[in-house]
């Protein structure tokens, strides 16, 4: 019998006890009840070097970095040998974190070309604290690292401090999910399967507006039905169909400023 394949976490955070951390761990700790075997790791122990952009470009054809990288190393070896993969974010303007990036961009660089992960599924989480912008935008690097890379990506999990219990449980779900497939890795017959895969995956394909309105109506979700201002967001939706884009989004910032208000008071 063939030894089970690892869940692998990657944590690409500079805090290691932060949501982020938290978060990938929920899905490893689904993944673990589930019978897989997990491993977690913490990017920032293993910071991958820049890409040296290097010609001519031999890296495809050996599949290593030309240049000294024990980080890249590890990891990328750590990927290529895991039966599926959770990577994690937090996200800083609106995007993913430097940790995150260099690893990424290393692996194109190396990788990309021979699709050595073709169907490894993979679920990428993004962690937008503070003011919880960003919460879509955050995973689109993450899932075009996945597409890029020929992996079979579950549902993106966006997650901000006013839905983070909800994402945590998604978060033990979709590592539950993952065990199952880890040791069914199923590749792409074509470029074309692959586009239509990711099309249809959620969040992804929505406007800074809608991510805005998704944002608002997060605010609201825990409060108490009499006191959330979510009601706005009929209002934003009518002016929207109005003609009135920005009046809309005007609309639901003042939902998203009312919700955090009500939010921390709660």
């Given at each position: 019998?063939?030894?089970k394949?690892?869940?692998?976490?990657?944590v690409?955070?500079p805090?290691?006890?932060?949501?982020?951390?938290?978060?990938?761990?929920?899905a490893?700790?689904?993944?673990?009840?589930?019978?897989?075997?997990?491993?977690?790791?913490?990017?920032?122990?293993?910071?991958v070097?820049?890409?040296?952009?290097c010609?001519?470009?031999?890296?495809?054809?050996n599949?290593?970095?030309?240049?000294?990288?024990?980080?890249?190393?590890f990891?990328?070896?750590?990927?290529?040998?895991?039966?599926?993969?959770?990577?994690?974010?937090?996200?800083?303007?609106?995007?993913?974190?430097g940790?995150?990036?260099?690893?990424?961009?290393?692996?194109?660089?190396v990788?990309a070309?021979?699709?050595?992960?073709?169907?490894l599924?993979?679920?990428?989480?993004?962690?937008?604290?503070?003011?919880g912008?960003?919460l879509?935008?955050?995973?689109?690097?993450?899932?075009?690292?996945?597409?890029?890379?020929?992996?079979?990506?579950l549902?993106?999990?966006?997650?901000?401090?006013?839905n983070?219990q909800?994402?945590?449980?998604r978060?033990?779900e979709?590592?539950?999910?993952?065990?199952?497939?880890?040791?069914?890795?199923?590749?792409?017959?074509?470029l074309?399967?692959?586009?239509?895969?990711?099309?249809?995956?959620?969040?992804?394909?929505?406007?800074?507006?809608?991510?805005?309105?998704l944002?608002?109506?997060?605010?609201?979700?825990?409060?108490?039905?009499d006191?959330?201002?979510?009601?706005?967001?009929a209002r934003?939706?009518?002016?929207?169909?109005?003609?009135?884009?920005?009046?809309?989004l005007?609309e639901?910032?003042?939902?998203?400023?009312?919700?955090?208000?009500?939010?921390?008071?709660?």
């Amino acid at each position: 019998m063939s030894q089970k394949k690892t869940v692998l976490g990657l944590v690409g955070s500079p805090n290691p006890e932060g949501r982020t951390n938290q978060l990938v761990s929920a899905a490893l700790e689904g993944a673990a009840l589930a019978g897989a075997s997990t491993e977690l790791i913490q990017l920032k122990d293993s910071v991958v070097a820049p890409c040296q952009d290097c010609l001519p470009w031999v890296c495809k054809d050996n599949l290593k970095c030309s240049f000294p990288d024990e980080a890249f190393a590890f990891l990328s070896k750590k990927l290529l040998n895991c039966g599926a993969l959770v990577l994690g974010t937090p996200v800083y303007w609106w995007d993913v974190s430097g940790l995150v990036k260099y690893m990424i961009l290393k692996m194109f660089r190396v990788y990309a070309r021979t699709g050595p992960l073709n169907g490894l599924p993979a679920l990428g989480l993004a962690t937008a604290g503070g003011t919880g912008n960003g919460l879509v935008s955050g995973l689109r690097p993450i899932y075009h690292f996945f597409q890029m890379m020929q992996m079979r990506a579950l549902a993106p999990l966006p997650a901000t401090r006013f839905n983070f219990q909800e994402a945590l449980d998604r978060a033990a779900e979709q590592g539950g999910q993952l065990a199952g497939l880890a040791d069914q890795r199923r590749p792409f017959a074509s470029l074309e399967e692959r586009l239509l895969w990711y099309d249809d995956l959620p969040y992804l394909g929505m406007s800074r507006a809608e991510e805005r309105q998704l944002l608002a109506a997060l605010t609201c979700r825990t409060l108490p039905e009499d006191i959330s201002p979510a009601q706005g967001l009929a209002r934003a939706e009518a002016l929207k169909a109005s003609g009135n884009p920005l009046e809309s989004l005007k609309e639901i910032g003042r939902v998203y400023e009312a919700g955090v208000t009500l939010f921390e008071k709660d």
